[in-house]
T-cell receptor, first 108, second 115 residues
Framework: GIQVEQSPPDLILQEGANSTLRCNFS?????LQWFHQNPWGQLINLFY???GTKQNGRLSATTVATERYSLLYISSSQTTDSGVYFC??????????FGQGTELSVKP | DSGVTQTPKHLITATGQRVTLRCSPR?????VYWYQQSLDQGLQFLIQ???????AKGNILERFSAQQFPDLHSELNLSSLELGDSALYFC??????????????FGQGTRLTVV
C-alpha cells in the first residue's frame, strides 16, 4: 500500500517565525489533503491539493505529484497554529492514508 | 463547521460492552468513511460506504461493524469492547469515490474510553 512520511516529527517555533513541513508519498495518488488537528482533537481541512500550489492567508501548500511530495508553508506563525499537522493521500477508492503528523508548538 | 455531524462526542463504557457511534455526512455527500485514531497506531482507515454499499475495508476488527442507511447516515458498532479500543473515532464524508473522489471533510470525532 501507499506509504506516507512526514517530516519533521516535532517542531518548536517562536511566534512570528516561518516553517516548512514536508510530506513524501510512495506512489501516485488521486488526492492529497493537509489537516490541522487542534488541541481539542478536531481535524480542520487546510488544503485539498493533489497537485500545484495554493495559498490561504499565512498558509500555502505545494504538491509536486511527479516527484511524490508536498510541502506546507506556515509564515508568521502564531500560538494558535500549535497542534498536529497531518498530510493524507487518497488511493483510487477514496480512502485517505495518513502520515504520522508533525507536532508544532509555537511559543509566545 | 465541516458539515459532518458525529454523536456522541464522548463515551465512557466498560469492557465487554457494545456501543454505537453515529455519523451524518455533509448534504450531498454519498461516501462515508470511518477512521480510528489511537496513540500507538495513529489515524487508521476502518471502512468506507458509498450510497449504502460497503466499498472498502481497512484495519477493522471483526468485533466492529458498520452500515450506511438509505438517508446516508452511518453507524459504527463496536462490540465486546476492550481497553485497547479506547480511541478517537472519526467519520468523514466526500461527494464521490474512485476517480470521482473529492475533498473529504471530517466530523468532530467520538472519544471512546473503555474502562
Amino acid at each position: 500500500g501507499i506509504q506516507v512520511e512526514q517530516s519533521p516529527p516535532d517542531l518548536i517555533l517562536q511566534e512570528g517565525a516561518n516553517s516548512t513541513l514536508r510530506c513524501n508519498f510512495s506512489d501516485s495518488v488521486n488526492n492529497l489533503q493537509w489537516f490541522h488537528q487542534n488541541p481539542w482533537g478536531q481535524l480542520i481541512n487546510l488544503f485539498y491539493i493533489p497537485s500545484g500550489t495554493k495559498q490561504n492567508g499565512r498558509l500555502s501548500a505545494t504538491t509536486v505529484a511527479t516527484e511524490r511530495y508536498s510541502l506546507l508553508y506556515i509564515s508568521s506563525s502564531q500560538t494558535t497554529d500549535s497542534g498536529v499537522y497531518f498530510c493524507a493521500v487518497g488511493d483510487e477508492g477514496g480512502k485517505l492514508i495518513f502520515g504520522q503528523g508533525t507536532e508544532l508548538s509555537v511559543k509566545p | 463547521d465541516s458539515g459532518v455531524t458525529q454523536t456522541p462526542k464522548h463515551l465512557i463504557t466498560a469492557t465487554g460492552q457494545r456501543v454505537t457511534l453515529r455519523c451524518s455526512p455533509r448534504s450531498g455527500d454519498l461516501s462515508v468513511y470511518w477512521y480510528q485514531q489511537s496513540l500507538d497506531q495513529g489515524l487508521q482507515f476502518l471502512i468506507q460506504y458509498y450510497n449504502g454499499e460497503e466499498r472498502a475495508k481497512g484495519n477493522i476488527l471483526e468485533r466492529f461493524s458498520a452500515q450506511q442507511f438509505p438517508d446516508l447516515h452511518s453507524e459504527l458498532n463496536l462490540s465486546s469492547l476492550e481497553l485497547g479500543d479506547s480511541a478517537l473515532y472519526f467519520c468523514a464524508s466526500s461527494v464521490g469515490q474512485g476517480e470521482g473522489v473529492t475533498e473529504a471533510f471530517f466530523g468532530q470525532g467520538t472519544r471512546l474510553t473503555v474502562v
